[in-house]
């Protein structure tokens, strides 16, 4: 019985996006570590600095 693997739906940004970890407990990923936290700043709200008022928290 073959189990044929489906790709999870991801954002169309991050299409191809593979995360990996290894033996070692390294994670590896095929896309640079600055655009994944770019394309997470830019997608997701953190919930821990949503209220802060010492901050300038604008969306690009």
């Given at each position: 019985?073959?189990?044929?693997?489906?790709?999870?739906?991801?954002?169309?940004?991050?299409?191809?996006f593979?995360?990996?970890?290894?033996?070692?407990?390294?994670?590896?990923?095929?896309?640079?570590?600055?655009?994944?936290?770019?394309?997470?700043n830019?997608?997701?709200e953190?919930?821990?600095?949503?209220?802060?008022?010492?901050?300038?928290?604008?969306?690009?």
């Amino acid at each position: 019985m073959s189990k044929k693997k489906e790709k999870a739906k991801v954002h169309e940004d991050l299409d191809g996006f593979e995360l990996k970890v290894n033996s070692f407990g390294e994670i590896k990923s095929n896309l640079p570590i600055d655009e994944l936290n770019k394309f997470l700043n830019k997608n997701v709200e953190d919930k821990k600095l949503k209220d802060r008022d010492d901050l300038d928290l604008k969306k690009d």
